[in-house]
C-alpha cells in the first residue's frame, strides 16, 4: 500500500554548499540550481512495506583549470547499488575516470540515518520531489566536476613529472654535446694552430732559402754580365785590330806590288831602249865603218873603176835607212817616256787608295774606342739595374713575407674569433638551458603546491559529499565517461604530446602536415542522435566544446618568445656556423697542402691539372637539369674531376641555350636561377670550379624594327641596330664590320663598341660575383677578334677560359691529310690573339685520332717529333677532347668512333694539355670506371698541361710515348714494353693492362 510523505531539505544543501565554497580559495564559486530542493518521490515496496526511493543525482561545475593529483582511489571501477533498507531515501554520486590505470573511484553521500533505524520518514508532494530530483541532479554534475578537476590534477602532476624528467635529460644531452663540440673545436683549433705555426716556419724557411737564391742569382747574373761583356768587347777589339791590320796589310801589299811593278816596267823598259840604243849604235858604227871601208874602197877603187858615183848613190840610201832606224829609236823612246808616265800616274792613285784605307783604319780604331767606352757604360748601367732589382726583390720579399705574416695574423684571429663566437654561443645556450630548467623547476614547484592545495581541498569535499554504499542492479550500466574518452588518448607514455599541448610547435605547421594531423586526431565516442538513443546508451557524455573552441595542433602557430624554440633555432645557425668554419678550416688546410704549382690560377690554365667534366648534352634540357647534376659533385670530386663545364645559363629563344636573348634572366629550361645557384654552391662544397657556358657572338632580338627586322634587344640590356654589325646580311646593323665569320641565325654583335663591351664586362662579373661561376666557356669565337676575349678576360678574372675555336681540318680525296699544321696555327693564331689570357679545344687532335686510332698511329708523331695537334705547338693552352654536345650526343655532327672511346681518352688523359671528359661517356657508356681509373694514373704521374712527352714510336702497329718522368703509354698491338727500349732508363710497373687497346707503366 503505497503512501507519499513531503519533507524539505533546502536548509540543508544550502549549508553543505556554503561549508564546501569556504574550504576552496582558488575554486570557482559552485553553481546551484535556483530551483528550490524539494521531495524525493519513493515508492514502497510492496512485499515489505518498506520505501524503495529512486537515487538522486547532483552535480556542481568548477572553472575548468589544469591541476593535477593523484587518484584518491585505487580500486578497480565499482557500480552504485541500491541498498534494500526500508524506508531510506539517500543521494548517490557516482563518477569514473578512464586513463591508463583505469582507476574509479565511487563516492556516496547518504542524507539518512544508516542502517541504526534512525531515518526519518517523510511525506513529499509529487510536485516537490521532482523539483529536488532535478536539485540533486545538478548537485550530481557538480560532484562530478570535482572529479573531473582532481583527474586533470593528477594528470597534470604525471605529465609534469615526465617533462621535467624529459627536460633535465635533453639538458644534460644538449650540454654533453656541447662540451664535446667545444673539445673538439679545441683540439681542431690546436691542431690548426699546430699546423699553421709548422707552415709559418716553413714559409720562413723557404724564404730564408728565396733570399739566398736571390742573391745567388744576382751574383751569377752579375759574373754572367762580366763576362758576356768581356767576350763581347774582347771579340770586337780582336775583329776590329784584325780588319785594320788586314786593311794595313793589303794597303802594303798593294803599293809594294805597284812599285814592283813600276820598278820592272821602268827598269825593263830603260834596258831595253839602251839596249836598242846600243844595238843601233853599233848598228850604225858598224854601217859607218862599213860605208868608211866601202868609202875607202871605192875611192882606192875610184881611180880603178869608174862606177864610183853607183857606190855613192847606194851609201847615201844606206844613211836614209839608218836615219830611218833613229827616227824609230826615237819613237820607241817616246813610248818609252809615256808608260812611265802612266805607271807614275798609277803610283800615285796607289798611294792615294793607301792613304784612304789608313784613313778607314783611324776610323774604325776611333770606332772601336767609342764602342768600348759605350759598352762600358751600358755595362754599368746594367749593373745598376741588376742592383736595383735585386734590391726590389728583396723589397718584394720582404713585403710578401710581411704580407704573408699579416694574412697569418688575420686567419689566426679570425679562427680566435670564430672560435670564442662559438665557446660563447655555448655558453649562451648552457645559461639559457640552465634559465629554462630553473624556470622549469619553479613551475613545477608551482604545480606541487597547487596540486596539494587542489589535493586537500578535494579530500574536504569527498569527506563531505561522498560515502560509500552499494549500487542498486538497475545502476550497474550507468557509467559515465569523462571527457568523452579522450582521456585514454592522452595520458600515455609519449611525451612529445604533452611537449606539443603545453608549448606548442616549434614552427609552423606545413598543410600537408596539418592535414595528417587532422586524420589522426583522438576519435570520440560516436554523437547522440536524439534523446531517447541518448537515454538507452550505456555512454553518458558530458557536454564537449565545440571543434573550433578545441586547441589543435594543425592550427596553432609558433609562440611568440618561445624560449624552447629560440633555443632550437640558436642551436641550429651555431651548428651550420660550426660546419661552415670546419669546412672553410679544411679547405684552408687543404689550399695550404697544395704545393705553389698547383695554387697558382691562370686563365689560359688554371693550376694547369685542371680536368674538365662537361656537364650536360644536347638533350639535358628536357629535365630539371640543375636539380639532377647537383647531387653528382661529389662524386666527380671522387673520381678526380676538377672543374664543372655548365650548360648556358641564360633565357634562350631555343631550349638548349645557344641562342640568348635577354643575358640577365637565368630562368632557362634547365632551371630557375635559385637553382642553378644551388648546383654551383653544391660543387664549391666539394671544391670543383663551375665553368659557365656563355655566348658573346650574337643575341637574338625581341621587337623588330619598323622596317620588320628583329634587331631591338630588350630585357636589362635594350640594345638597337648600333650594337649589330653592319655586314650582318640578315638584320640591318648599323655598327662597324666584323672583326670575324659572320653566324647568320642571330644577329652578330659589334664587340667594337664601348657600350657593347661594358654592358658584357659588367654582366660578367654578375655571372662571377652574384651567381657564383669561376670561368667561361666561350661559345663561337671565330665570330670576333680574340683581342676583345682578352679584355673581357681580364676584366673578368676568371679561374680558366676556354675557347670554340672549331674550323675544318685539310682532306684530299677524301682522305685526311697527314700535315695539319695550318689547321692548328690557326687555333695558335686566336689563342696568341688573346695574349694567352684563354685556352682553345684543340679540334686538331681530335680529327687526327679519327684517323690514328685506325691503325695510323704515324699520325701522331709530326717531323719535329712532337704531336701533331696543337699539344704541339701550344701544350698549356689545348683543351683536348674526344665529343661534346655538338660533335655527340643526339646531333652527331662529329662523332667519335664508339669502339676507340676507351683508346681515345687513354690518349688525352695521359698527354700533356687539359682534357675534357663528356657527361655521355661517364655516364651512359659503361666506361666511367676506365676513365676513373686513367685519371688515378694522370694524377699518379703528375702529369700537368706543360709536362714534356718523348716519342718513341708511331708507325702502323702502335704508339710509345713517355710523358714527363714517370709515365709510359702504349696504343695498339704493338708487341713492346720498357725493358726492350735503351734510352728508357729506370724501373717501370705496369698499372694498366688492356691488352691490344693500351698499357700504361708507372715509373718505381
Known sequence: MGHSVNFTITDYLLDYCLRLSSNQEDMSAILLSDAVLRTLPCHRNGFSGKQKCDNLFFDHKWHPMAVIHKTFSKKKRKSLYASAWPSR?????????????????????????????????????????????????????REEAIEKERDKLLEELARSESKQQEYMATIMHDKELAVAELEAAKALFHQKLQESVEEKFNLESQLVLAKQDALELAVQVEKFAEIAFQQATTHILEDAQLRVAAAETSAAEAAYQIEEQIRSATEGTILSIVKQSKDAIEKALAVAQAAGDHTAKAMAAFT????????????????????????????????????????????????????????????????????????????????????????????????RRKAASKAFKVELETIKAALEAAKEAARSRDEAYMRRCEALQRSLKAAEATSETWRRRAEMAESILLKQVPLSEGEEDAIYVVNGGRIDHLMDDD????????????????????????????????RKIGLSEARLSKFKTLELPKPDEVWSIAQEKTKEGDTLFEHVMEKEIIEKKRKALEHALQRKTVKWQRTPEETKLEPGTGTGREIVFQGFNWESWRRQWYLELAPKAADLSRCGITAVWFPPPTESVAPQGYMPSDLYNLNSAYGSQEELKYCIEEMHNQDLLALGDVVLNHRCAHKQSPNGVWNIFGGR???????????????????????????????NIDHSQDFVRRDIKEW?????????????????????????????????????????????????????????DDHRQRIVNWINATNGTSSAF??????????????QYWRLIDPQGKPTGVMGWWPSRAVTFLENHDTGSTQGHWPFPREKLTQGYAYILTHPGTPVVFYDHFYDFGIRDIITELIEARRRAGIHCRSPIKIYHAHNDGYVAKIGDTLVVKLGQFDWNPSKEVDLDGSWQKFVDKGMDYQLWLRQ
Not at 116 to 131: Q, R, Y
Not at 772 to 795: P, Q
Not at 842 to 855: C, E, M, P, Q, R
Request: charged share 25%; proline share 4%; aromatic share 8%.
Open 717 to 747: 640590356l635594350p640594345w638597337g641596330p648600333e650594337a649589330i654589325v653592319c655586314d650582318d646580311p640578315n638584320f640591318q646593323g648599323s655598327g662597324n664590320p666584323s672583326s670575324g665569320d659572320i653566324f647568320h641565325a642571330a644577329p
Open 495 to 526: 611525451s612529445q604530446k604533452w611537449k606539443l599541448l603545453s608549448d606548442g610547435p616549434r614552427r609552423e605547421i606545413p598543410d600537408w602536415m596539418a592535414r595528417q594531423i587532422l586524420s589522426h586526431r583522438p576519435k570520440f565516442p560516436p
Open 89 to 141: 531515501s539517500r543521494l548517490v554520486v557516482f563518477s569514473s575516470m578512464g586513463g591508463d590505470s583505469g582507476e574509479d573511484f565511487t563516492n556516496f553521500f547518504d542524507d539518512g540515518d544508516g542502517p541504526s533505524g534512525k531515518s526519518k520518514v517523510l511525506e513529499i508532494g509529487e510536485n516537490e520531489l521532482l523539483a529536488t530530483q532535478e536539485a540533486l541532479s545538478e548537485a550530481r554534475k
Open 304 to 399: 880603178d873603176d869608174l862606177n864610183l858615183v853607183e857606190e855613192i848613190v847606194s851609201i847615201k840610201s844606206k844613211n836614209v835607212k839608218l836615219q830611218n832606224a833613229v827616227t824609230d829609236l826615237e819613237s820607241q823612246l817616246l813610248g818609252s817616256k809615256n808608260e812611265i808616265g802612266r805607271l807614275k800616274l798609277e803610283l800615285e792613285q796607289t798611294l792615294q787608295r793607301a792613304n784612304a784605307y789608313e784613313l778607314q783604319a783611324y776610323n774604325a780604331e776611333k770606332q772601336l774606342l767609342e764602342f768600348q767606352e759605350s759598352t762600358r757604360k751600358a755595362a754599368h748601367q746594367q749593373e745598376e739595374e741588376v742592383r736595383a732589382l735585386l734590391e726590389k726583390m728583396k723589397k718584394d720579399s720582404a713585403d
Open 842 to 855: 684543340d679540334v686538331t687532335t681530335k680529327g687526327i685520332l679519327h684517323s690514328a686510332l685506325h691503325n
Open 764 to 820: 660578367l662579373n654578375w655571372l662571377r660575383n652574384d651567381i657564383g661561376f669561376d670561368g667561361w666557356r666561350l661559345d663561337f669565337v671565330r665570330g670576333f677578334s680574340g683581342g676583345y676575349v682578352k679584355e673581357y678576360v681580364e676584366a673578368s678574372n676568371p679561374a680558366f677560359a676556354i675557347g670554340e675555336y672549331w674550323d675544318s681540318l685539310a682532306y684530299e680525296g677524301g682522305n685526311l691529310c697527314y700535315s695539319q
